[in-house]
């Protein structure tokens, strides 16, 4: 009982912080500086044009009240129309998330055997060369920003090796191979600054675990090395690894953003981008309340996962 | 760095730390490493304006994309630019934006998040829930709002940047402070001078500030650490400062379409920000050991 109260403490929590989050997006963008229909017109408007947009945008209402019909909007799934293509948000958005989710789910893939391999040859080989040139390793790959290592990806398998496309265009008519070949590249830039905060961390789990009496007593009952680590100590060693994983997933909400343009690629972060440029105001707000959702609802996983992970919190 | 703050880590005894070289010798090696990286950047950025070969915005240095030389070493652009004498003007940019945004994100985030932990209730609250709200925005989509709310008059603006990385900064060092703010809260200096009738400000600025120094210090390390690399993915994505300003990020967009033919003009730039950022890492990472800290890096 105490823990469904807290998990439910924990979610309302979270519907709060996003209704923040709407507020805060929407006096950013629309109530703050002046007025949004100059600024979506820039510096060629008339005075005609203006007011025209102005009624358009239902802007001669009261900021508040449009505040909550952009709120209910949202809710019920109604997000408006572009302001340059006049097609609802919606139908925008669709394709878009569903790229992102595809991209997101393949680089998910490759994170996984890059963190697990080189966090085990690590912690097998601990204090030794291979471990301290891992080491060396992920902190420099730490350090590398997310478009430069694109860049330099695209460098080394375009260019060098050219075994992959440049720019990753697709739509509804690519064939799955073709959606693979362009999805390669960028998921494996957002696998690799992925797999760098976790190795880091599964490496010094690892190592803990292994040092425990309940692996010592495995392999005193004589199991075989490789039994013991991946049924014994590897299992033990992931659990606080899936708050890194959450807090990835949240990394790649705004990983996205720049992958994506740098690789052309037609998701959800790189329509984030173009519409930022056109300044188209509906979009960007539905993009942007997208990623606050994910970002909460991902820690609010780890959260609650945490909650029902550790029982020294059930009484909490 | 002073004596004091390096004869702080429990265990060591104060006689060790006789001279300087001894001193220099008990600092962890990533530490070391760290500080000596720091200091080439610092020094680059100082004096680099005087010696670069040429100016940020020179054409006709040498023959467009004509690849690494000795004249060249970071090659020349499709201008005729010379990349290394940008990379070298554009240092002092990159380190003062970083520095001066984490700085104002550390000032502002420190206040709130001592105040918020030291008044507790519903305040403590409702600035938690407004600093959670923040957080919940990835850092890049919120800087990159931020600045097209602030309309296209002032992008571009070096202040803009700067008040950008502390607009994505200050919520999440407040979150820290205030952590530290509560855990002290109930100790007896503070309820001695609560009761002594002291402000709230005056506590938190002779009790309360004291005691976060260590933790606000690594604080403004690891953020200072990516501010470069904020600035530069802003800059990349076209929403930072303007051409032809020698800044990072966007030179690494401005040269990245002649990738094929001189990639030299893409790496020069990337790997002055990488080891920047390297070294601000190590040096964090150092810090914090000697500060008897632990800290996560790269955790947004």
Do not use: C
């Amino acid at each position: 009982m105490t823990i469904f109260k807290l998990v439910i403490r924990r979610s309302l929590m979270s519907v709060v912080t996003l209704l923040l989050v709407s507020l805060i997006i929407f006096s950013m963008l629309e109530v703050l500086p002046g007025d949004v229909a100059s600024r979506i017109l820039g510096r060629d408007a008339t005075p005609e044009t203006l007011e025209q947009l102005r009624t358009e945008l239902g802007l001669d209402k009261p900021a508040p009240v449009r505040y909550l019909t952009w709120l209910g909007g949202l809710v019920t799934g109604d997000m408006g129309q572009s302001l340059v293509s006049s097609r609802p948000v919606e139908e925008i958005l669709a394709p878009r998330i569903f790229n992102t989710v595809l991209l997101s789910a393949y680089a998910f893939l490759i994170y996984l055997p890059l963190t697990i391999i080189p966090a085990l040859l690590q912690a097998l080989n601990r204090d030794r060369s291979v471990d301290h040139a891992f080491s060396v390793v992920t902190l420099v790959l730490l350090s590398v920003p997310d478009f430069l290592l694109a860049t330099i990806l695209l460098l080394a398998f375009v260019v060098m090796l050219p075994l992959l496309p440049a720019i990753s265009l697709v739509d509804q008519s690519s064939s799955a191979w073709e959606y693979l070949r362009a999805m390669t590249l960028p998921a494996l830039t957002l696998a690799i600054v992925m797999a760098v905060y976790a190795v880091r961390m599964l490496r010094d789990n690892l190592i803990e675990v292994l040092d425990s009496d309940y692996i010592r007593m495995a392999e005193l009952k004589g199991l075989s090395r490789r039994r013991v680590l991946l049924r014994h100590a590897l299992p033990n060693a992931l659990v606080p690894t899936l708050n890194v994983t959450a807090l990835n997933l949240a990394y790649l909400v705004g990983g996205v953003v720049v992958v994506e343009k740098v690789f052309s690629y037609p998701g959800f972060g790189s329509l984030l981008v173009d519409s930022l440029q056109l300044r188209d105001l509906p979009v960007i707000e539905a993009t942007v309340m997208i990623s606050a959702f994910v970002y909460v609802v991902a820690n609010l996983i780890a959260d609650v996962a945490a909650i029902l992970l550790n029982p020294r919190l059930r009484t909490g | 760095m002073s004596a004091e703050t390096l004869s702080a880590p429990p265990g060591r005894s104060t006689s060790r730390w006789t001279s300087l070289p001894s001193l220099w010798r008990q600092t962890p090696l990533s530490f070391r490493i760290g500080l000596i990286v720091l200091v080439i950047h610092l020094l680059v950025a100082v004096t680099g304006p005087f010696w670069a070969p040429y100016g940020f915005s020179q054409m006709g240095t040498g023959r467009p994309l004509s690849g690494m030389s000795r004249v060249h070493p970071f090659g020349v652009d499709q201008l005729g630019r010379d990349i290394f004498s940008r990379v070298v003007h554009g240092s002092h940019i990159v380190i003062l934006l970083s520095l001066s945004g984490t700085f104002l994100g550390l000032v502002v985030g420190a206040v709130l998040g001592l105040f918020s932990g030291y008044v507790g209730g519903w305040i403590d609250e409702i600035i938690q829930r407004f600093l959670e709200a923040l957080i919940s925005i990835p850092f890049l989509v919120l800087a990159l709002i931020a600045i097209a709310a602030a309309g296209p008059e002032l992008s571009g603006n070096p202040v803009l940047i700067v008040l950008v990385v502390a607009l994505v900064y200050a919520p999440r060092i407040a979150r820290m402070a205030r952590s530290v703010a509560v855990d002290i809260a109930t100790r007896d200096h503070v309820t001695v001078a609560r009761l002594r009738g002291e402000s709230a400000w005056s506590v938190m600025r002779r009790e309360l500030l004291p005691n976060a120094t260590s933790v606000l210090l690594v604080e403004f390390a690891l953020r200072a650490g990516y501010a470069p690399v904020l600035i530069g993915s802003l800059g990349f994505l076209g929403f930072g400062l303007r051409p032809p300003t020698p800044e990072w990020g966007l030179m690494i967009s401005e040269n990245r379409a002649l990738i094929i033919v001189t990639p030299i003009t893409v790496l020069g730039p990337g790997l002055a920000l990488a080891s920047l950022v390297v070294g601000l890492n190590l040096f964090t990472e150092g810090l914090a050991r000697i500060l008897g800290r632990t800290v996560k890096l790269g955790v947004q």
